[in-house]
C-alpha cells in the first residue's frame, strides 16, 4: 500500500510546495530524499506494526496509540523543527526512531542533514523494529497456540 500511495504523496507534496511556496526542492536534493523517505515512511509503517501487535495482551490498545502519535508530532519534528524545542528534548529524541524517519528525509531538502549519519540511523532502527516485530509476533503466535486460539 505504501508502493501505491507514495508517488502520488510525492507528486503532491512537489506541487504543492511550488504552489504555497514559489520554491521547489532541486531534483539532486529529490534524488537523496525519495529513498530515504521510502525507508523512513517503511520504518514508520512497521512501528504502527508494532504498536497493533500489543493488541494481544491488551484489550484497548488506544492509549498507547494516542501517547505513540503524541511522541511521533513532538520527537519526531512534525509539530516544531527539532532545533526549535529545549536541548533536553533534542537529547531524548536522538533516543527515539522518530527523528530519523521523520525529520532527517524532511531535512535534506534544505540540505541540512548529512545523509551517511541518516542512512547509519534508519539501518539501525529498521534491524530493532524488525527484531522487536519478530518477538512480539513470536511470543503472540505461541500465546495463541497454547491457549487454543
Known amino acids: 500500500m505504501l508502493a501505491v500511495r507514495a508517488p502520488f504523496l510525492g507528486v503532491t507534496a512537489y506541487m504543492c510546495a511550488f504552489a504555497f511556496t514559489g520554491w521547489a526542492p532541486s531534483w539532486g536534493a529529490l534524488a537523496r530524499v525519495v529513498p530515504l523517505g521510502f525507508v523512513g515512511s517503511a520504518l514508520i509503517t512497521a512501528l504502527y506494526l508494532l504498536v497493533g501487535l500489543l493488541a494481544f495482551w491488551m484489550s484497548d490498545i ?21 532545533e526549535l524545542y529545549p536541548d533536553i528534548i533534542r537529547r531524548i529524541a536522538r533516543f527515539t526512531p522518530f527523528p530519523a524517519a521523520l525529520a532527517g528525509p524532511a531535512s535534506l531538502v534544505l540540505g541540512v542533514g548529512r545523509v551517511d549519519a541518516l542512512l547509519r540511523d534508519l539501518v539501525i532502527w529498521s534491524v530493532i523494529a524488525a527484531l522487536a516485530i519478530w518477538t512480539v509476533f513470536r511470543r503472540a503466535t505461541s500465546t495463541l497456540t497454547v491457549n487454543g486460539g
Open 62 to 82: 488506544s492509549p498507547i496509540w494516542w501517547v505513540w502519535q503524541k511522541l511521533m508530532f513532538v520527537l519526531g519534528g512534525l509539530m516544531l523543527p527539532l
